[in-house]
C-alpha cells in the first residue's frame, strides 16, 4: 500500500516563502516514465496542475508559478518537494502531490493535501 505524506503548508505573508515536501512510503518504482506532481485547489475553483517533474528529471510549470515555484526530488527517498518563493494571495489553496505512472505497472496516487495560506 503506497501513501503519500505531505507537508510543510501554513500561513506565510505575501512574498513569502514555504516549502511543501511530499514523501512516498510503500514500494512504489520510479521510472522514467513516472510523472511526480504538485496541484492546487482554491476553494470554489477546480484543481488545477503546479508542476511536475518525470523519474528523469524533466520538468514542467504552469505559467502563473513559472520563476517562482521549483519542483525537485530527492530520488534516493522518493520524496518530491516544491520550493515556492515570492507567495502571493492568489497562491492560497490545499497543495496536493501526485505520483502517476500510465504505463509498464501504471499507478496513480493521492497525497491528502496541505493548506497554504498567503496574507496580504
Known amino acids: 500500500q503506497v501513501q503519500l505524506v505531505e507537508s510543510g503548508g501554513g500561513l506565510v505573508q505575501s512574498g513569502g516563502s514555504l516549502r511543501l515536501s511530499c514523501a512516498a512510503s510503500?514500494?512504489?518504482?520510479?521510472?522514467?516514465?513516472?510523472?511526480m506532481g504538485w496541484y492546487r485547489q482554491a476553494a470554489g475553483k477546480q484543481r488545477e496542475l503546479v508542476a511536475t517533474i518525470t523519474g528523469n528529471e524533466i520538468t514542467n510549470y504552469a505559467d502563473f508559478v513559472k520563476g517562482r515555484f521549483a519542483i525537485s526530488r530527492d530520488i534516493a527517498g522518493n520524496t518530491v518537494y516544491l520550493q515556492m518563493n515570492s507567495l502571493k494571495p492568489e497562491d492560497t489553496a490545499v497543495y496536493y502531490c501526485n505520483f502517476k505512472r500510465e504505463l509498464l505497472i501504471p499507478y496513480n496516487y493521492w497525497g491528502q493535501g496541505t493548506q497554504v495560506t498567503v496574507s496580504s
Open positions: 510503500g514500494s512504489i518504482s520510479i521510472s522514467s516514465m513516472s510523472v
